[in-house]
């Protein structure tokens, strides 16, 4: 059983910047790419951004130069620094693992950018 849990949410100014935290229970994180994702009231789930277990990495166009995932393995743990904040930013993230054993969501984190 894989747990993950979200943490690091809060609210911002534009321009500033937060760091989001998900750890992970469970032996299957190292070998498994991780995803962060966002929801906006109103809007579909988007993906953000994504990192493979090689520590490859995606994102979406509308958080490129501006957001950077990573991820400790010895931590199970990914991480989402999110810099130049803006309020079009504002969501409630939720990070993924889609593994064979099954796909995973954490519990979410509200982030929220004032103007």
């Known amino acids: 059983q894989v747990q993950l849990v979200e943490s690091g949410g809060g609210l911002v100014q534009a321009g500033g910047s937060l760091r989001l935290s998900c750890a992970a229970s469970?032996?299957?994180?190292?070998?498994?790419?991780m995803r962060w994702y966002r929801q906006a009231p109103g809007k579909q789930r988007e993906l953000v951004a994504t990192?493979?277990?090689?520590?490859?990495?995606n994102y979406a166009d509308s958080v490129k130069g501006r957001f950077t995932i990573s991820r400790d393995n010895a931590k199970n743990t990914v991480y989402l620094q999110m810099n130049s904040l803006k309020p079009e930013d504002t969501a409630v993230y939720y990070c993924?693992?889609?593994?064979?054993?099954?796909?995973?969501w954490g519990q979410g984190t509200q982030v929220t950018v004032s103007s």
């Open positions: 469970g032996s299957i994180f190292s070998i498994n790419a």
């Open positions: 993924n693992l889609a593994a064979i054993q099954g796909n995973y």
């Open positions: 990192i493979s277990s090689g520590g490859s990495t």
